[in-house]
């Protein structure tokens, strides 16, 4: 009897967290948390090792570097075409599951083309990926602006915390397990198996979202018969820069994400064609910084709760720094997983700092257009830098490319603290 009593106390505290037990608040949030978890076995796997499998496949520096800037540069183009088009629809959730289905299909392109292609593979592969960046542009505005929604600013730094440490875990298991399947089976079977496994997770993940519940996005009144000129629409995106707080934002975080997008391209290529590393190796020192990052996102949320975004950044933006120069400082591959624990433990102060701080400066009926036109900003960042340091480490040691990019870490801690940026409270 004692047992069964037992039994039923359990099945009555876990029937107290099932959905329908839940706020509409708490549910979405659950629901939203659940399809983050399995987006880890998206960024464990194709998003992790596609730049390996590109250095695998023979690719040269440049093509390697491309991986990186090609995307981000359709991305720049796309972002804001791509925010006008979120800005006039009204069910952002069904708009970016749609999106959803094009961006993870560039997935199954690529685990399938070494079934078909010899010649060339990189090179074709390098195009799929920069092509996803046009759905990927749209999911970006769509899918913040679902989150400004789904999160109230009051609980956005918990549970962009918690949702960002369960996406650590599950990214850390799966990269852990991909890394085993990497080293055991042949090549590039090995790969392809990877990516499939990313195309079903990320999948699985939108079922989820699909059942989160928002308001209708209202879009803004168009006068009947009147359509604005490409011109007037350009014009409308540069009046964002009338806003003194958006421009510093973007100014700020420009230097920042030049300086750690300048080796991106480079990582991989170091550690293959410098250090020897496996794939079980580099899988291990992928899931180290993700380990690092369920650490960070638990320190960092309690830090920020307490002191603000400022001060964290400030930290944050001078150790994420120390990540480059010591892959430069590397000799070995035994090294790699202890020097991502620094990348990942503080790039999510970081993180947290980016996007509270992107959240509050939108205004909610313009956030769509601000979120593209940080995209685009945020992309070209993305674009240039790792084709300067490929360019770099054509002309000098790519180490010392990875010790520019550490200066570079500290200029933009400089302009942190000279602009203040995150310095005060927001209301969004």
């Known amino acids: 009897m004692r047992f069964l009593s037992a039994v039923r106390s359990l099945g009555a505290r876990i029937g107290r967290y099932r959905p329908s037990q839940l706020s509409l608040e708490d549910r979405n949030i659950l629901y939203f948390g659940i399809d983050t978890a399995l987006q880890g076995l998206m960024m464990g796997g194709i998003f992790t090792f596609i730049s390996v499998f590109v250095v695998r496949l023979g690719a040269s520096n440049l093509v390697v570097s491309l991986i990186t800037s090609l995307p981000a540069i359709v991305l720049m183009l796309s972002s804001i075409p791509a925010g006008q088009f979120i800005q006039q629809r009204r069910d952002l959730i069904r708009v970016t599951n749609w999106t959803r289905v ?6 199954l392109v690529v685990a399938l083309l070494p079934f078909f292609l010899r010649e060339a ?24 602006a679902v989150v400004a929604e789904v999160i109230p600013p009051a609980r956005r730094a918990s549970v962009n915390g918690t949702r960002l440490a369960v996406l650590s875990l599950v990214t850390a298991a799966a990269v852990a397990v991909f890394g085993y399947i990497l080293d055991r089976l042949p090549f590039p079977l090995n790969y392809q198996i990877v990516f499939l496994i990313s195309l079903v997770g990320s999948i699985a993940g939108m079922y989820f979202f699909a059942l989160m519940r928002i308001p209708d996005n209202l879009p803004a009144e168009r006068v009947k018969g009147a359509r604005a000129s490409l011109g007037q629409r350009l014009r409308a995106y540069v009046r964002t820069f009338d806003d003194p707080e958006f421009v ?35 899988s291990w020192q992928a899931t180290a910084g993700k380990l690092a990052l369920i650490a960070g996102y638990f320190a960092w949320g309690k830090i920020v709760s307490r002191r603000g975004h400022h001060l964290p950044l400030l930290i944050c933006t001078v150790g994420i720094g120390l990540y480059p120069a010591l892959t430069g400082l590397a000799t070995s591959q035994v090294w790699l997983p202890l020097i991502a624990t620094v990348q990942g433990f503080f790039v999510t102060g970081i993180d947290l700092a980016f996007f509270d701080t992107l959240l509050a400066i939108c205004p909610p009926g313009k956030r769509p257009s601000y979120i593209a036109l940080n995209t685009m900003l945020s992309s070209l960042a993305m674009f240039a830098a790792p084709m300067v340091g490929s360019l770099l480490a054509s002309w000098m040691d790519i180490r010392l490319v990875f010790f520019v990019a550490s200066g570079l870490h500290l200029v933009a801690a400089v302009l942190f603290w000279r602009y203040r940026i995150a310095a005060e409270p927001h209301e969004g």
Request: charge should be neutral.
């Open 248 to 282: 510093r934002y973007e100014l700020t975080t420009f230097a920042l994400r030049f300086g750690g997008s300048l080796p991106a391209a480079l990582y991989s290529i170091y550690w293959i064609r410098h250090l020897d590393a496996s794939d079980l190796w580099i």
């Open 121 to 144: 593979l990189a090179e074709v592969i390098v195009v799929v990926w920069a092509a996803k960046s046009v759905s990927s542009a749209v999911l970006e505005a769509s899918w913040t």
């Open 102 to 107: 094009f961006h993870r299909g560039s997935f």
